[in-house]
């Protein structure tokens, strides 16, 4: 009886059971992905990537989106005769404060600015600084303008993406990607002097790329590009925008930078952890001493190459930027006391700093 009954339950269970015919039939070009939820969702290769950017993609997306409409292209005019020559630059203000490299600038009072959508609009020289290779300039048009924000390059690293906007060879809102290569380079500009506080990155640039912006992903202004080296690959370098925001300053308050000079080259380096703990210090990049002039105020105070400055009148030198305002104008015909490590060890060197002069 139990058995029968058992067979009795099989067998209902079977006739509940009904086969359908046929099947679910999809088009060829449609691919099936089923996610942890369980849901079909529907993807075709007609529509390329579509809205399926990766995120690679998403942040230069969004960097381009947001300094983009500040970039300009801009046109020196020399002794009357029309432009010469093509550079880029980027807004600063609303009001039309333009920045932009010192040798596009060079020579020229009156620029000839093409915006974004294509306006073209009337600039004038502010002042430059061939020593950062930067350069300011002012449209004349009352006009209303997309400023550029800009960040904290020392907030940079090794590897960090960055993207280059600018109008190289005069093709303008050309975008180029690359990393963070170096920080704190130093690079001879074209009449011989130094030009300090460089990114280094490999971001593409080209002749036309020269005073564009290099910004991060967060579309921040961390660098303006200024150099090449012609017959390399991925060599181009960017001025530090912490640097920038000091000539700026300067630039607007006197049509040129005024600063101490004590006969240095230096640059960004890191404070290895066993030399930091040896010496007693915390912060992790220093300054270091690559080259003294013979007569200059380091030299006579005893600095040599190979130091590390760490302070400057009590206050961290860690990159450049803070090296550059350790000697604005204010340090001239005044003592400055360097902290530095030596052979492992800290001591102190006082010189008194010189006025610059000017290129």
């Known amino acids: 009886m139990i058995k029968g009954r058992k067979y009795e339950h099989f067998a209902a269970a079977r006739r509940k059971v009904r086969r359908h015919s046929g099947g679910l039939v ?3 070009e449609m691919n099936l992905v089923f996610d942890d939820t369980s849901k079909i969702v529907q993807s075709t290769h007609a529509d390329g990537d579509g809205d399926l950017l990766d995120a690679y993609s998403n942040a230069v997306v969004r960097a381009v989106e947001i300094v983009g409409p500040s970039v300009v292209r801009v046109h020196p005019v020399r002794n009357g005769n029309g ?7 980027f807004i600063l203000s609303p009001d039309g404060l333009i920045l932009t490299n010192s040798h596009v600038a060079r020579g020229a009072e009156v620029f000839d600015i093409i915006t974004h959508e294509g306006r073209s609009l009337t600039a004038r020289l502010i002042g430059d600084d061939p020593d950062t290779d930067l350069a300011l300039l002012k449209i004349e048009q009352g006009v209303k303008l997309e400023p ?17 906007i600018g109008a190289p060879l005069g093709f303008e809102a050309t975008v180029t990607t690359g990393v963070v290569s170096a920080m704190g380079r130093t690079l001879r500009g074209e009449r011989g002097r130094l030009i300090e506080d460089l990114i280094q990155t490999d971001a593409a640039l080209n002749p036309g790329n020269s005073g564009g912006p290099l910004c991060n992903s967060a579309g921040e202004v961390v660098g303006i590009a200024t150099a090449v080296i012609a017959g390399a690959q991925g060599l181009c370098f960017a001025v530090a925008s912490n640097t920038a925001t000091f000539v700026i300053a300067e630039l ?7 600063r101490g000079y004590i006969g ?3 640059q ?4 290895p952890q066993a030399l930091a703990r040896s010496a007693g210090v915390i912060q992790a990049f220093g300054v270091f001493v690559a ?9 006579k105070a005893g600095m040599i190459e190979g130091d590390l400055i760490i302070s400057a009148n009590g206050r961290p030198m860690t990159g450049l930027d803070d090296f550059l305002r350790a000697l604005d104008h204010h340090s001239i015909d005044k003592p400055i006391t360097f902290e530095l490590i030596r052979a492992g060890r800290k001591m102190v060197v006082t010189m008194t700093a010189r006025a610059r002069r000017r290129a």
């Open 252 to 258: 607007l308050k006197h049509g040129h930078v005024r």
């Open 268 to 271: 960004q380096a890191p404070i």
């Open 264 to 266: 240095v080259i230096a």
């Open 291 to 299: 080259a003294i002039e013979q007569g200059a105020p380091a030299s």
């Open 26 to 28: 999809f088009p060829p």
């Open 83 to 89: 432009v010469e020559g093509v550079g880029s630059g």
């Open 148 to 164: 550029a924000k800009l960040g904290n390059s020392k907030a940079l690293r090794r590897g960090q993406l960055v993207i280059a």
